[in-house]
């Protein structure tokens, strides 16, 4: 499968932005997707996972309660609603997937990028404080 990202951009401290994920080649449906983010001289870190049945969601203890994951298999597409935003939210998003056995998200690897085989080419994000 691959993944396209949209919707990036800059956006002043308590803001909002929706950034995009499309999925071409294969059945999305089947896929469990997600976001990471890098900032500049730092290691990706995970952002946020919905389940392939769009079931279960986990989420960055340091994005919880201002972002949220959504999919439409239907579209072939995820997104990622980010509010109150901060200026350490700064860096480049990517959208990730994976065809996981299981339909529901295994909390002990879903944070891991090695368990992610599609990644997008990312899209970067800007919060201006």
């Known amino acids: 499968v691959q993944l396209t990202e949209s919707g990036g951009g800059l956006v002043q401290a308590g803001g909002s932005l929706r950034p995009s994920c499309a999925a071409t080649?294969?059945?999305?449906?089947?896929?469990?997707a997600g976001w990471f983010r890098q900032a500049p001289g730092r290691e990706r870190e995970f952002v946020a996972a919905i389940s392939s049945t769009g079931t279960n969601a986990y989420y960055a203890d340091s994005v919880k309660g201002r972002f949220t994951i959504f999919r439409d298999s239907a579209e072939n597409t995820a997104s990622l609603q980010m509010g109150s935003m901060k200026p350490e939210d700064t860096a480049v998003y990517y959208c990730?997937?994976?065809?996981?056995?299981?339909?529901?998200?295994?909390?002990?690897?879903?944070?891991?990028?090695?368990?992610?085989?599609?990644w997008g080419q990312g899209t970067q994000v800007t919060v201006s404080s």
């Open positions: 080649g294969r059945a999305f449906s089947g896929y469990a």
């Open positions: 990730v997937a994976e065809e996981w056995e299981s339909p529901t998200l295994d909390p002990d690897y879903v944070h891991l990028p090695s368990e992610y085989d599609f």
